[in-house]
């Protein structure tokens, strides 16, 4: 939210195609972690609703997670593809580098993500276990007959192209090219600006391009650090023969697997990271906001006004 309300209403002098796509990514970041903490652990295992309701809220609380995470991972690759564009693609960007193709290529994202995890509502349902305790519960994990069933069954093994190999393979081709492109421009620029004059000031074009250059690696290395785990993994229960026992939440796959979906919540956070220490205005406004916040709730004492008394003859 604290993201949101900086680049909404922050002074940040970056084009409104910026803008958006990284308010966008805020929202998912937070829907993601409201869903993740309020409907997929405290609402299902807590609230008494899920004791009469609970094939429902299983199945609504992972179409919404998936949602989320289709939406991140893809406008991850959206955001990284207008960059790509932007800088490699001179006549492409006056058509497709706007405000309006921004805000339709946001839409389309969201509504092609809500789209595409529908079928999880009806794969993912309470499935009764036993703790270490011995004592029994429900767990919303995916169905034991999924096997059973042909359209769940390739959507289940179709998802994992579309959530993780695609993106990842879009975002490194996509990065890739942006920044060899940015590297060959700026060599050509130096070699130009030293032919003409020898002026040992940083052409302010370069500081601009290597500021991109920092924050399309970060964004890569995070999404790579972040996501990378959950395609192992998926990779690793593929092709364990015999499969993987998906309801022995203690068998080491099983548990990487919860540690990999962990690592992908705490991308909410890093992203945040990630534009403070790469946007210097960014971290102004982080400061001139706390600063504002403060002096509202803490406002220093006021020394009492002196009264002036005119006397009259």
Known sequence: MLTVAVFWKGKLDLSKSIIYYLVALAVANFLLILVVTVFRDIFFFYVNISLWWPQPSCGISNWIYFTCVYSLTWLTVAFTFDRYVIV?????????????T???????????????????FWIYVPVPTVGLNGTSMDICSIRKDLSKIPILSVYDHFQTTV???IPLVSLMLTNGLT???????????????????????????????????????LI?????????????????????YPPVNRYNFYHPVNVVRMLANMLIVLSSFSN???????????????????????STFFKPPQPPRKTVKIFTT
């Open 88 to 100: 490699c693609c001179s006549k492409l960007k006056l058509v497709y580098c706007t405000a309006k």
């Open 102 to 120: 921004t805000q339709r290529v946001i839409v389309g994202v969201f509504t092609g993500a809500f789209l595409m995890a529908m079928p999880t």
């Open 163 to 165: 959530w993780i190999v």
């Open 179 to 217: 920044v060899w492109n940015i590297v060959i421009t700026t060599r050509v620029r130096r070699g130009l600006k030293s032919a003409v004059t020898i002026n040992s000031q940083e052409d302010p074009e370069t500081a601009r391009r290597k500021r991109s250059i920092m924050l399309l690696a």
């Open 220 to 240: 890569t290395i995070s999404f790579l650090a972040h996501w990378l785990p959950k395609m192992v993994i998926k990779v690793v229960e593929r092709l364990t």
């Open 272 to 294: 945040m990271c990630i534009y403070a220490l790469t946007i210097e205005r960014f971290r102004k406004e982080l400061v001139r906001g706390a600063k504002a916040i403060t």
